[in-house]
C-alpha cells in the first residue's frame, strides 16, 4: 500500500474502539485503518476485501483490527461525555488527510 499512496489515493478509515478496564474505567482508542479493496493483509500478503458468493456484496476479510489500524489517540479514563469533547475533540473533527491531525 505504500508504493500505491505514493502515486495513487488510498482509502483509510477512521476508527474507535473502547474496552472496559474496572469500574468507571475504560481504554479508548482511536485511529486509522486501511478499507482500501487494492489492501492486502501486512502478514498473510492474502487480499483483505472479497466477494460474498450470496450477496455479491464485498466484504472485509476477517482480520484483528490491531493488524490494520494506526493509533493516534489513547485514553485510559472515565468513559463520559467530557472525554470524547476534550481528547478525541482533534480526532473526530478530522475527516480528510489533509487536517493537522494526520498531515
Known sequence: MDDLATNESVKITLSSDVADLFKDRTHVSAGVKTTDTRGVHPVKKQPLY????????????????????????????????????????EFYECTTLNCHLLG
Open 50 to 89: 472479497c466477494i460474498d458468493d450470496e450477496t455479491k456484496e464485498e466484504k472485509i476479510v476477517k482480520i484483528q483490527s490491531s493488524k490494520m489500524c494506526c493509533i493516534l489517540v489513547i485514553a485510559d479514563a472515565r468513559d463520559k461525555k467530557e472525554l470524547y469533547e476534550e481528547v478525541f475533540k
